[in-house]
């Protein structure tokens, strides 16, 4: 697999999948995260939980990462052209995140491709940022800079410090779909589902929930006041071109909480 990766993206083998974030008080879709994808000839599709260690090991997902965040914002702009203002979420890595030229490749790619920076969303999870945080805060803060948003994934799993949050100019936390999954039946992840969304709005900071399967747990979120859902109950991950369709659809539908 290794060896494959290292062909992937000159053999065009590496697409991207697009996932609606949906509003829970209007149930209109506002925007979408790139999911990265892997189809080889040989090995047939590959898992991102199999092939995206072996990227961050090798370091192959420093140009793979950048490929991603190109190719995502110039689809947010064909998008935008199409009349639909979705934010587009592309996850940085830890090892992109810690290279020298990090704003300077960012920065070329939001000059090259024209997107508005308000219409990105730059995902980070909690340990890429905790191992040295004063770096980090000045790193987020260069990216703000820029105009992009800043989300921290999976939050809740890892260290989840509080001093670390109020350090860090983040625009949104993402609620584990570890804590999503149980949430009806579990009071435990139904009570820090509900603290990360109460600190989030204390702190005027956006929450996504993940994993979002049933209306029932759609409805939870919504009372707690989550301002963003995404999962199977509203749509798959899905190629570029389905967007405009479910954009569409999911607007039409109005299928809010």
């Known amino acids: 697999l290794e060896s494959a990766l290292r062909h992937a993206l000159e053999r065009n083998e590496l697409f991207l999948r697009y996932q609606p974030k949906v509003d829970t008080a209007t149930g209109s879709m506002l925007g979408v ?12 599709t590959i898992s991102p939980v199999r092939f995206i260690p072996i990227a961050e090991e090798t370091r192959q997902i420093i140009p793979i990462g950048e490929w991603v965040l190109r190719t995502a914002c110039l689809q947010q702009v064909v ?49 890429t940022l905790v191992h040295n945080p004063t770096e980090a805060a000045e790193t987020l803060e260069k990216l703000r800079s820029l105009g992009v948003g800043i989300a921290i994934d999976d939050f809740g799993t890892g ?15 993402k609620i584990d779909r570890s804590f999503v999954r149980d949430l009806v039946t579990d009071p435990g992840d139904r009570a820090i589902a509900q603290s990360v969304v109460a600190l989030s709005s204390n702190l005027n900071i956006k929450t996504v929930a993940e994993g979002v399967e049933t209306q029932e747990q759609c409805v939870i979120l919504k009372a707690m006041g989550c301002n963003l859902v995404q999962g199977f109950l509203y749509a798959k991950p899905m190629i570029a071109e389905e967007i405009p369709l479910a954009y569409a659809a999911i607007s039409s539908v109005q299928k809010n909480c």
């Open 33 to 44: 995260e790139a999911l990265l994808r892997w189809h080889n000839p040989v090995h047939g």
């Open 79 to 127: 998008w935008q052209q199409q009349g639909l203002s979705l934010t587009m979420a592309v996850n940085l890595s830890a090892a992109q995140f810690q290279t020298s030229n990090l704003i300077e490749v960012v920065a070329s790619i939001l000059d090259q491709t024209g997107i508005d920076p308000a219409f990105l969303e730059l995902e980070l999870t909690e340990s």
């Open 159 to 173: 260290y989840s410090s509080l001093s670390y949050l109020k350090r860090f100019p983040v625009s949104t936390l």
